[in-house]
Nanobody, 116 residues
Framework: QVQLVESGGGLVQAGGSLRLSCAAS????????MGWFRQAPGKEREFVAT????????YYADSVKGRFTISRDNGKNTVYRQMNGLRREDTAVYYC?????????WGQGTQVTVSS
Protein backbone atom coordinates (compact mmCIF):
# COMPACT_ATOMS: atom_id res chain seq x y z
CA GLN A 1 0.00 0.00 0.00
CA VAL A 2 1.05 3.57 -0.69
CA GLN A 3 -0.42 6.50 1.21
CA LEU A 4 -0.45 9.96 -0.34
CA VAL A 5 -0.97 13.25 1.48
CA GLU A 6 -1.37 16.50 -0.44
CA SER A 7 -0.89 20.02 0.81
CA GLY A 8 -0.76 23.54 -0.56
CA GLY A 9 -4.15 24.15 -2.14
CA GLY A 10 -6.20 27.28 -1.61
CA LEU A 11 -7.66 30.42 -3.14
CA VAL A 12 -5.66 32.53 -5.56
CA GLN A 13 -6.40 35.28 -8.03
CA ALA A 14 -6.14 34.70 -11.75
CA GLY A 15 -2.56 35.10 -12.87
CA GLY A 16 -1.25 34.08 -9.47
CA SER A 17 0.80 31.09 -8.36
CA LEU A 18 0.48 28.12 -6.03
CA ARG A 19 2.74 25.26 -5.10
CA LEU A 20 1.31 21.88 -4.22
CA SER A 21 3.16 19.01 -2.65
CA CYS A 22 2.37 15.36 -2.17
CA ALA A 23 4.20 13.10 0.25
CA ALA A 24 4.15 9.35 -0.22
CA SER A 25 4.57 6.81 2.57
CA UNK A 26 4.22 3.08 3.02
CA UNK A 27 5.51 0.74 0.34
CA UNK A 28 7.04 3.46 -1.81
CA UNK A 29 9.90 1.41 -3.23
CA UNK A 30 9.44 0.49 -6.89
CA UNK A 31 7.03 3.35 -7.53
CA UNK A 32 7.18 3.99 -11.24
CA UNK A 33 5.71 7.47 -11.30
CA MET A 34 3.85 10.12 -9.35
CA GLY A 35 1.77 12.98 -10.55
CA TRP A 36 -1.47 14.91 -10.46
CA PHE A 37 -4.98 14.68 -11.81
CA ARG A 38 -7.79 17.16 -11.31
CA GLN A 39 -11.55 17.17 -11.29
CA ALA A 40 -13.61 20.29 -11.87
CA PRO A 41 -17.29 20.49 -10.86
CA GLY A 42 -19.44 18.51 -13.25
CA LYS A 43 -16.46 17.13 -15.15
CA GLU A 44 -14.52 13.89 -15.19
CA ARG A 45 -11.14 13.54 -13.56
CA GLU A 46 -8.38 14.48 -16.00
CA PHE A 47 -4.62 14.07 -16.21
CA VAL A 48 -2.49 17.12 -15.34
CA ALA A 49 1.15 16.06 -15.05
CA THR A 50 3.36 13.14 -14.09
CA UNK A 51 7.01 12.44 -13.42
CA UNK A 52 8.78 9.09 -13.67
CA UNK A 53 10.39 8.22 -10.38
CA UNK A 54 13.76 6.89 -11.55
CA UNK A 55 14.56 8.98 -14.60
CA UNK A 56 12.63 12.13 -13.77
CA UNK A 57 10.96 12.39 -17.15
CA UNK A 58 7.98 14.73 -17.09
CA TYR A 59 4.73 14.76 -19.02
CA TYR A 60 2.04 17.45 -19.05
CA ALA A 61 -1.46 17.96 -20.30
CA ASP A 62 -1.55 20.47 -23.14
CA SER A 63 -3.72 22.77 -21.05
CA VAL A 64 -0.98 23.30 -18.45
CA LYS A 65 2.22 23.13 -20.51
CA GLY A 66 4.39 26.15 -19.93
CA ARG A 67 2.51 27.12 -16.77
CA PHE A 68 2.86 24.11 -14.44
CA THR A 69 6.11 22.43 -13.45
CA ILE A 70 6.33 19.06 -11.71
CA SER A 71 9.40 17.96 -9.76
CA ARG A 72 10.33 15.33 -7.20
CA ASP A 73 12.53 14.71 -4.20
CA ASN A 74 13.29 11.00 -4.13
CA GLY A 75 14.81 11.16 -0.66
CA LYS A 76 11.60 12.61 0.77
CA ASN A 77 9.26 10.57 -1.47
CA THR A 78 7.61 13.84 -2.35
CA VAL A 79 6.41 15.34 -5.60
CA TYR A 80 5.81 19.03 -6.11
CA ARG A 81 3.86 21.05 -8.61
CA GLN A 82 4.48 24.71 -9.18
CA MET A 83 1.52 26.37 -10.85
CA ASN A 84 2.01 29.79 -12.44
CA GLY A 85 -0.30 31.91 -14.53
CA LEU A 86 -3.37 30.33 -12.97
CA ARG A 87 -6.66 30.67 -14.80
CA ARG A 88 -10.25 30.32 -13.67
CA GLU A 89 -10.48 27.07 -15.61
CA ASP A 90 -7.77 25.62 -13.37
CA THR A 91 -10.27 25.62 -10.50
CA ALA A 92 -10.64 22.00 -9.41
CA VAL A 93 -9.88 19.43 -6.77
CA TYR A 94 -6.35 18.23 -7.43
CA TYR A 95 -5.51 14.61 -6.65
CA CYS A 96 -2.05 13.22 -6.17
CA UNK A 97 -1.48 9.94 -7.99
CA UNK A 98 1.14 7.23 -7.70
CA UNK A 99 1.63 4.04 -9.67
CA UNK A 100 3.36 1.02 -8.23
CA UNK A 101 3.33 -2.56 -9.39
CA UNK A 102 0.43 -1.99 -11.76
CA UNK A 103 -1.74 -0.42 -9.07
CA UNK A 104 -2.89 3.18 -8.83
CA UNK A 105 -2.97 5.07 -5.55
CA TRP A 106 -4.73 8.37 -4.86
CA GLY A 107 -4.52 11.16 -2.33
CA GLN A 108 -7.57 12.67 -0.68
CA GLY A 109 -7.54 15.73 -2.93
CA THR A 110 -6.90 19.39 -2.33
CA GLN A 111 -9.06 22.25 -3.58
CA VAL A 112 -7.60 24.95 -5.80
CA THR A 113 -9.88 27.89 -6.54
CA VAL A 114 -8.89 30.63 -8.97
CA SER A 115 -10.88 33.85 -8.74
CA SER A 116 -11.11 36.55 -11.37
Amino acid sequence: QVQLVESGGGLVQAGGSLRLSCAASGRTFSMSRMGWFRQAPGKEREFVATITWNSGNTYYADSVKGRFTISRDNGKNTVYRQMNGLRREDTAVYYCHARRGGFDYWGQGTQVTVSS
